[in-house]
T-cell receptor, first 112, second 115 residues
Framework: QKEVEQDPGPLSVPEGAIVSLNCTYS??????FMWYRQYSRKGPELLMY????GNKEDGRFTAQVDKSSKYISLFIRDSQPSDSATYLC????????????FGQGTTLQVKP | SQTIHQWPATLVQPVGSPLSLECTVE??????LYWYRQAAGRGLQLLFY??????ISSEVPQNLSASRPQDRQFILSSKKLLLSDSGFYLC??????????????FGPGTRLLVL
């Protein structure tokens, strides 16, 4: 069993839809949770960072963490064609090395 | 502000040839540095990480090696490339110490095709 599981998709939605991207994990030591967005042929860029359980909102994006269920989500409201990308979840137990464990990534296409 | 550079952006190399990819970080000191490989349609595979000059940790056995000759320079090398070395290579950095946020910041990547 992988430490982090993420549905690879692809996920295709119409413009304006609400998108839900999800990851599950098995290591209860994970405390720090991130979402990265990666456009085709580009490096991943940090989208959201959360430390505790609960919700964190940034514009059209909401990150949700449920440590009891070992489940994290990223919601995108009013999705736009420019949101078409691969979304990677990442998490860490902390420590001096700063190593992250990544999900496989979910490819999202938002159709105009 | 901090920036991270990788070069070259694209590289086509024959099997058996050597490889050298370079990554430099500006605007920060004493970062943790990482090399990842991303195969087409797949997730990120951590290859090496470094917590300081000359300190390299390997995550998977492979045909590659890494070096950190300076604080903000990270080099990925191979003496003889294999077909399976093809992929998208990403360098990343993170803050170390009490100000760390456990996040990593990625460079633009190098696309390597071994023929």
């Amino acid at each position: 069993q992988k430490e982090v599981e993420q549905d690879p998709g692809p996920l295709s939605v119409p413009e304006g839809a609400i998108v839900s991207l999800n990851c599950t994990y098995s290591n209860s030591a994970f405390q720090y949770f991130m979402w990265y967005r990666q456009y085709s042929r580009k490096g991943p860029e940090l989208l959201m960072y959360t430390y505790s359980s609960g919700n964190k909102e940034d514009g059209r994006f909401t990150a949700q963490v449920d440590k009891s269920s070992k489940y994290i989500s990223l919601f995108i409201r009013d999705s736009q064609p420019s949101d078409s990308a691969t979304y990677l979840c990442a998490m860490s137990a902390g420590g001096n090395t700063g190593k992250l464990i990544f999900g496989q990534g979910t490819t999202l296409q938002v159709k105009p | 502000s901090q920036t991270i550079h990788q070069w070259p952006a694209t590289l086509v190399q024959p099997v058996g040839s050597p490889l050298s990819l370079e990554c430099t970080v500006e605007g920060t000191s004493n970062p943790n540095l990482y090399w990842y490989r991303q195969a087409a349609g797949r997730g990120l595979q951590l290859l090496f990480y470094s917590v300081g000059i000359g300190q390299i940790s390997s995550e998977v056995p492979q045909n590659l090696s890494a070096s950190r000759p300076q604080d903000r320079q990270f080099i990925l090398s191979s003496k003889k490339l294999l077909l399976s070395d093809s992929g998208f290579y990403l360098c990343a950095w993170s803050v170390k110490g009490p100000r760390r946020t456990e996040t990593q910041y990625f460079g633009p990547g190098t696309r390597l095709l071994v023929l």
